[in-house]
């Protein structure tokens, strides 16, 4: 990988659920993901220790993070502090989110 610039063909690409894949770079203290979510897909309620912030870039989706639930869409932002359980469902259309978490996941490299 580049140090400095990220290319389509770069990072990795994970299937983290059914319907959910993830386009993945990092440095050394940080990860970036832009996540494209099936329609009616679901990332299952999880933890984990990083701090994860992101942006909404298409589509709506319906997000819970520590028992809030709200429904997002193109532009909106959310916050999953660490070891706070969180879930999210595609609405009826396609979802693309940009993810960014710190420090990076050691398993998604």
Do not use: C
């Not at 319907?19 to 009616?40: C, I, K, N, Q, Y």
Request: no cysteine; net charge negative.
């Amino acid at each position: 990988m580049s140090q400095f610039f990220f290319g389509p063909q770069d990072g990795t690409r994970r299937r983290l659920f059914p319907g959910v894949d993830a386009h993945v770079v990092w440095g050394e203290r940080l990860m970036m993901s832009l996540v494209t979510l099936e329609p009616h897909s679901v990332v299952a309620e999880h933890e984990h220790p990083h701090e994860q912030m992101g942006m909404v870039i298409d589509g709506r989706a319906e997000f819970t993070i520590g028992g809030e639930t709200r429904v997002l869409g193109p532009g909106d932002m959310y916050l999953m502090p660490g070891d706070v359980r969180h879930k999210v469902v595609a609405l009826d259309m396609p979802v693309r989110a940009l993810d960014v978490f710190n420090p990076p996941r050691e398993e998604y490299k």
